[in-house]
């Protein structure tokens, strides 16, 4: 069964600073990735998706994937209180398989 | 509006009670899809729909049914509830396979007791 894992957290950064997320997925098929922000009762939205190696950019946001290492990251640079939320990783595969597999969300906290 | 519309947004039912959750999207999008999201577990996929008609199961089908009658409808049946389905139901739909952007229902907080 394909793996998504990421740290609970929760993760504290202070206001204005680069927060960290990080998410490493089993599957060596997995073909994108995506970031989700997820506010405490409320539904997924769609921050980011990368399916290449490297660097994406969009706005504050950064994503970063890593296949030889399996490894997915979302940058937040100058983190806002508004940030606060929980941040799902979710992998692609394709192929037939047409399912998203989701990790279980990082909390982070921007404290003011 | 564009939206993928669930409903209820709340439900308590007793144990055995047969049970639908609707959801609609008017986005004429292919892509249909029912997750149940539990603390500690994450989101999880119960199952997904390619098109009308065309249904599979995600990793958590076991005591649930859903149909595609219509691109637009993708209900999610109980029909026979227990305690371990008391979660948080999310329905989502996407334009495409690829899976680029999900639409996200507002979720149904269910509790069987």
């Known amino acids: 069964q394909k793996e998504v894992e990421q740290n609970s957290g929760p993760l504290s950064v202070p206001e204005g600073a680069i927060a960290s997320l990080n998410c490493t997925y089993s599957?060596?098929?997995?073909?994108?990735f995506f970031w989700y922000r997820q506010y405490s009762g409320k539904s997924p939205e769609l921050i980011m998706f990368?399916?290449?190696?490297g660097d994406k950019e969009d706005g504050r946001f950064t994503a970063q994937l890593n296949k030889a290492s399996q490894y997915v990251s979302l940058l937040i640079r100058d983190s806002q209180p508004s940030d606060s939320a929980t941040y799902l990783c979710?992998?692609?595969?394709?192929?037939?398989?047409?399912?998203?597999?989701f990790g279980k969300g990082t909390k982070l906290s921007v404290i003011p | 509006e564009a939206q993928v519309t669930q409903n209820p947004r709340y439900l308590i039912t007793v144990t055995g009670k047969k049970l639908t959750v609707t959801c609609s999207q008017n986005?004429?999008?292919?892509?249909m899809s029912w997750y149940r999201q539990d603390p500690g577990l994450g989101l999880r996929q119960i199952y997904y729909?390619?098109?009308?008609?065309?249904?599979d199961k995600g990793d958590v089908p076991e005591g649930y049914k859903v149909s595609r009658k219509e691109k637009r409808n993708f209900p999610l049946i109980l029909e026979s509830p227990s305690p371990n389905q008391t979660s948080l139901y999310f329905c989502?739909?996407?334009?495409?396979?690829?899976?680029?952007?999900?639409?996200f229902g507002s979720g149904t907080q269910l509790s069987v007791l």
């Open positions: 990368i399916y290449s190696n």
């Open positions: 989502a739909s996407s334009p495409g396979t690829a899976l680029r952007k999900l639409f």
């Open positions: 979710a992998e692609y595969s394709g192929a037939g398989s047409y399912q998203l597999t």
């Open positions: 986005m004429n999008h292919e892509y």
């Open positions: 729909s390619m098109n009308v008609e065309v249904t």
């Open positions: 599957d060596r098929g997995s073909q994108s």
